[in-house]
């Protein structure tokens, strides 16, 4: 509780939150006018895919930032060192920070989209269900990217190495990761195609985006070949809880087993 | 004294009652036959017993909460004469049976001229049948089935079978195998029906020169699927978030000579999906944030495109399966309007394009060999993908359009990119350090 509060401090101080939220609110204002025109009944659904198509280029790379610099902000104020000496230690510094890091963000993120589902209320047809698995699948995205972040943080040694490795990191998941699945893409056939669709879930932004569009019903996987069916072969909601826990997980321990201590400009 | 009064005042209201709209009796179906040809049956709020035959011409009106709940063992309701009139009522619990002779309904109709209005339809095989019945109006009905994950034990919202000349117009259909379904099924009218979360929104087999126009689809696995059927007019409708692996918002199989018209094809898997078909002409359409805006197989010839808006869509047309030659992009000097993402000079201002726009692209293949390309439309890998893999295999033409329209409208997408660009670019460049204030230290300087 005491890293929550310190966080929470430490984070409305600063200007790095404030930004984040002010383009989430701005987003999510902009393609509710932009969607004023679809119909009562349907739109919904419409917005939300186009909401969350939108916000995806955003939260990732918010999030990264604002776990990166949370930790190494720590070790350039050498709070951390003043910290580790009581007796904590790393692991269960990272545990606690981590948490903090997650109620300080996701708390006026859900805070907003509940404002914002108000909003949606005057224009749409709710599906309250299908709002909530598009609160689920923010809040499992803003997860993963923060812990990296906080890996980010741990492992940097100065704000240059921060900017590197969260650019790195975002490109990747944007582009490389997609890019390397396609090119094995004509090599995939019904012997392999599982692990292709793991390494393919493994990507946070597929795994989401599939929860979401399953979840809310737009996507429907009707009549599904041998091939598509073996790919599917669970469902889209462990498709992603797999991979929350395996990059919570893997970020976790990067930030323990490559932490820096000191951090310089 | 009393009592033979009030006796002798209930005989009265009874004689005095006109023959023709006497309240229902609790046995619907001997009420029925006792009525007169052409009387007017209103009943009550409440559910009575089905099921029922309705053999001689007559009105049945509902109300707010009149049910008519079959016993489970076939039609619900049997229209076996002409100038029958429903309306206000909720036609429930017909017969699920597959295994049957017959496939049954919540309604079926026989014979011609009736109209079938304001009914609710629930938990049935079919909803409306119209059986070799011609001339009926079939219109304000809601129609709810179980659902998509039962998409195969169920049947049609409305099946309209060996009928011509019908009205089908502003029906809610929901949940059902196939929202209509048209089988060797000849000039009908469908207009302003709304249908979702089926397998095909409209279903047309066999069936020519009937008039669709100002429909709904929304979420099902294909908008509309146009099979074997021509000289069909398909205008103002709207094919909205037809969203899956195999969706589509209106397919064309083996379909010729129809009219696709101001239609609108949005955030569809594929917006059109043309196959073996010929003849077709697609004018005024928009075809917007598809993932493929048209996918037209080589087996297609003499289609034409003319005037329609595609714009926002992962990949505006691919031509699978050989080259089609034969398919025209432009009418009359009028090609399409393609968006901001083919950009154009129009020197002389007459709103065509100065010069032909030729797209050329190498995920053909892909698409054409792998199903599982269709998971990466949305990845903003796949531009990149495209234009490395253009170097390194052979690209093919997609369209060719003569005469582009000049772009009507930005594109949204791009303006993002655009933005968030500029702004990766411009912190590297110049904010770093600020970048690194605004997200630690507190916000502080030091």
């Known amino acids: 509780m005491h890293y929550i509060w310190k966080e929470w401090k430490e984070n409305i101080r600063g200007k790095g939150l404030w930004l984040s939220l002010s383009i989430i609110v701005l987003i999510s204002i902009a393609i509710l006018f932009r969607s004023s025109v679809l119909s009562f009944d ?9 909401l969350f198509d939108t916000i995806i280029y955003f939260i990732p790379i918010l999030c990264l930032f604002i776990g990166a610099f949370s930790i190494f902000q720590e070790k350039e104020q050498k709070t951390l060192i003043m910290l580790l000496t009581k007796t904590d230690h790393f692991g269960s510094f990272l545990i606690k920070k981590s948490l903090g890091l997650y109620a300080v963000v996701l708390v006026p993120l859900i805070t907003w989209f509940f404002i914002y589902l108000l909003l949606l209320k005057f224009n749409f047809q709710l599906d309250i269900k299908g709002y909530f698995i598009f609160i689920a699948a923010i809040v499992c995205m803003s997860l993963v990217f923060l812990q990296m972040g906080a890996a980010i943080g741990s492992i940097s040694r100065s704000r240059m190495q921060i900017l590197g490795f969260t650019i790195f990191v975002w490109f990747y ?20 195609v599982k692990l292709f669709s793991s390494v393919y879930f ?12 399953t ?14 069916q073996a790919f599917m072969w669970t469902k889209p909601v462990f498709f992603l809880i797999g991979n929350l826990l395996f990059w919570l997980v893997i970020s976790f321990f990067t930030a323990i087993v490559f932490n820096r201590k000191e951090g310089y400009e | 004294m009393k009592k033979l009064t009030l006796l002798s005042f209930i005989f009265s209201l009874f004689l005095l009652m006109s023959p023709e709209k006497k309240l229902a009796a609790e046995n619907l179906q001997t009420t029925i036959d006792s009525l007169k040809e052409g009387a007017v049956l209103q009943l009550e709020n409440k559910t009575y017993q089905g099921n029922i035959v309705i053999n001689k011409p007559l009105t049945i009106i509902g109300s707010k909460k009149t049910v008519i709940k079959g016993d489970g063992t076939g039609n619900v309701i049997s229209i076996k004469a002409p100038h029958v009139k429903l309306s206000h009522l909720t036609v429930t619990h017909g017969s699920m049976n597959r295994n049957s002779a017959e496939e049954y309904a919540a309604i079926k109709i026989y014979t011609n001229n009736n109209i079938v209005e304001h009914i609710y339809i629930r938990d049935s095989f079919h909803g409306i049948y119209l059986s070799q019945a011609h001339k009926n109006k079939i219109r304000f009905n809601d129609i709810k089935g179980m659902g998509k994950g039962k998409i195969a034990e169920q049947g049609n919202g409305i099946h309209v079978y060996y009928a011509n000349n019908n009205l089908l117009e502003k029906n809610t259909i929901e949940g059902t195998r196939d929202g209509m379904f048209f089988e060797y099924a000849n000039n009908n009218h469908s207009y302003e029906n709304n249908i979702s979360q089926t397998r095909y929104g409209l279903h047309y087999m066999y069936s020519d020169e009937n008039i669709f126009k100002k429909n709904t689809f929304t979420m099902n696995t294909g908008g509309a699927a146009i099979m074997n059927s021509n000289h069909l007019k398909l205008e103002d409708n709207q094919f909205i978030v037809n969203y899956g692996n195999q969706s589509f918002g209106l397919l064309l199989l083996q379909a010729n000579d129809n009219l696709i018209a101001n239609n609108t094809f949005y955030m569809n898997q594929r917006g059109m999906y043309i196959d073996q078909a010929t003849r077709n002409e697609f004018r005024h ?5 598809n993932q493929i805006g048209i996918e037209l197989w080589a087996s297609s010839n003499e289609q034409t495109f003319t005037l329609n808006q595609i714009y926002e869509n992962t990949i505006p047309a691919v031509t699978l399966g050989g080259n089609s030659e034969n398919n025209s992009w432009s009418k009359n000097g009028k090609g399409n309007d393609w968006g901001s993402a083919f950009p154009i000079t129009d020197l002389n201002q007459d709103q065509i394009g100065d010069f032909p726009i030729t797209y050329h692209s190498s995920l053909y293949q892909l698409i054409e060999d792998q199903e599982l ?8 890998a796949l531009k990149i993908y495209e234009k490395m893999n253009a170097a390194l295999t052979k690209e093919a033409v997609m369209f060719h359009d003569p005469h582009p329209l000049t772009s009507s409208k930005g594109t949204h997408t791009d303006a993002i990119f655009l933005i968030v660009s500029l702004i990766i670019v411009g912190i590297l460049i110049k904010g770093r350090h600020l970048l690194c204030i605004t997200f630690g230290r507190n916000g502080r300087k030091i």
């Open chain 1, 202 to 213: 493994l990507n946070p932004l597929q795994a989401v985006r599939m929860f979401l569009e």
């Open chain 2, 285 to 289: 359409n928009i075809i917007a944030q």
């Open chain 1, 173 to 192: 998941f944007f582009f490389l990761h997609d890019f390397i699945l396609l090119s094995f893409l004509p090599d995939v056939t019904h012997e392999n």
């Open chain 1, 215 to 228: 979840g809310t019903g737009v996507y429907s996987f009707g009549h599904m070949s041998r091939l598509l």
């Open chain 1, 42 to 50: 349907k739109g919904f659904y419409v917005l939300l895919i186009n």
């Open chain 2, 373 to 380: 390309s269709y998971l990466f439309l949305k990845s903003p």
